[in-house]
């Protein structure tokens, strides 16, 4: 597979008067995979990106393999892209306590600065209009458009709008999205990533090591590269004068298993990416007619769940709807009861789930309790483990 060389470039520019069927706000996998199907049915879409492509982001890279199918079919060739495949899982807690367990599931591991390119670049070539560099500071609908507006002002309208904007963006307060109401704040977490230089990591392995308050995965990529990427309750950094090092250090650190890799081994690339405002309230699956998928969705945390995956089958589900509403076989009430039924009835139980699981993780003795149990348990790790993962789509 050649590396993806070319940005991905608009097929058609935005004329004051062209009405769009879609538009996207977001080009991360939720975005980019709806823009891809709804483009290569023949919708006129536009995406918007504030970001420019190629370019790094906080994700542990580890693609369920659930998506596999979906992915080859709307054209990502990962069949030919020698990515390693990860069938073996070890969690440890903050006292170093491991678990080894097969991963039935199992997935790929690809960067997201070659993901998330490749998926625009296809969405281009299916006709979509790419704006990338282009970040949107309003939608709003009436007379059953929407009107969406850029940060330099510009104005496109759609007879759809989605968000794919992420855990947390500009428009999360421009639509007082209910989950940010201050009644139901919860916990706060930053996330950290960076690829690392690890001699011999296991291309078949996920490592999963907890510390308190937050864990970090270690999982291969492309390059021989291991993907490095934690969260931590935004406490830590405090604690830590908000030094990421130091917080490493004095937290991360503790975890034995997991402190050779962070002093050992070499960083590669790019500085560590570094994410806050991290929160895992519930969110509504459309505010003032905007639907919803992925991480603006609801997000998942990373120990107990696939959020890529999450975003992607949403944009599946999502793409057909869109396609019966644009061609009348739905209303905009039945579209919006439709999406959020079955996004309930498919991700909410996965959300639940993960609550659930990561409530458990990160305290270091009930960490260590659970592993140890599950350690005798191999029949429920297999169950906790299959949670995490959804069906082939
Ligand atoms: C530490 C960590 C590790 C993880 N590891 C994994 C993993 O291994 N596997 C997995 O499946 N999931 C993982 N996840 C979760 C996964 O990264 C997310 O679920 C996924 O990236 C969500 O995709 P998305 O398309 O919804 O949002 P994003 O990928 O966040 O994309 C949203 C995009 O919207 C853009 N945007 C925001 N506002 C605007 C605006 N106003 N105008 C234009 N553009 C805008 C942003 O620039 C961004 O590019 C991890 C998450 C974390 C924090």
């Known amino acids: 597979m050649p590396a993806p060389s070319t940005t991905p470039t608009s097929t058609a520019s935005a004329t004051a008067a062209e009405v769009y069927d879609c538009a996207i706000i977001g080009g991360g996998v939720a975005g980019l995979t709806l823009a891809v199907q709804l483009a290569r049915a023949g919708r006129r879409v536009v995406l918007f990106e504030k970001e420019t492509y190629p370019f790094h982001r906080v994700c542990g890279e580890y693609i369920s393999m659930e998506n596999y199918a979906f992915l080859c079919r709307i054209g990502v060739p990962l069949d030919q892209m020698d990515l390693p495949i990860m069938t073996r899982f070890t969690v440890s807690s903050p006292t170093g306590v491991a678990l080894h367990h097969p991963l039935d599931i199992g997935g790929v591991g690809i960067t997201r600065y070659e993901l ?6 296809l969405a281009a070539e299916h006709g979509a209009t790419i704006q ?31 968000g794919a904007w992420g855990k ?29 230089q690890v001699e ?19 999982s291969p990529v492309p390059g021989g590269l291991t993907n490095c990427s934690y969260i931590s309750d935004v406490r830590n950094l405090r604690a830590h004068g908000n030094r990421v090092a130091e917080m490493e250090r004095g937290v991360l650190m503790q975890n034995p298993l997991l402190r050779p890799y962070l002093q050992q081994a070499q960083r590669a690339g ?14 509504s699956t459309v505010d003032a007619h905007v639907l919803m998928l ?27 709807l869109l396609l019966d509403f644009l061609e009348g076989r739905l209303s905009r009430a039945e579209l919006e009861q439709h999406y959020t039924r079955a996004w309930r009835s498919l991700l909410s139980l996965r959300i639940r789930a993960g609550h659930l699981i990561h409530q458990f993780f990160g305290r270091p003795a009930l960490t260590t309790l659970a592993i140890q149990a599950l350690k005798g348990l191999p029949g429920l790790t297999t169950q906790v483990l299959k949670l995490t993962h959804g069906k082939s789509y």
């Open 116 to 121: 998330d390119q490749l998926l625009a670049r």
């Open 132 to 162: 990338e560099g282009t970040k949107v500071t309003d939608v709003v609908f009436a007379d059953e458009q929407f009107t969406l507006t850029t940060a330099g002002g510009a104005t496109y309208r759609a007879r759809t709008a989605c």
């Open 168 to 196: 947390h963006a500009n428009l999360d307060s421009k639509l007082r999205r209910p989950f940010l109401e201050p009644s139901r704040q919860g916990r706060q977490f930053v996330a950290v990533k960076y690829h690392l």
């Open 200 to 218: 011999n990591f296991p291309q078949d392995l996920v490592e999963m090591h907890n510390f308190r308050d937050g864990y970090c995965g270690l």
């Open 270 to 283: 790019t500085a560590p990416i570094v994410i806050s405002q991290i929160t895992f309230r519930e969110r």
């Open 294 to 320: 992925g991480d603006a969705a609801g997000t998942i945390a990373p120990l107990a769940g696939n959020g890529m995956s999450m975003g992607m089958s949403a944009s599946f589900l999502l793409h057909g």
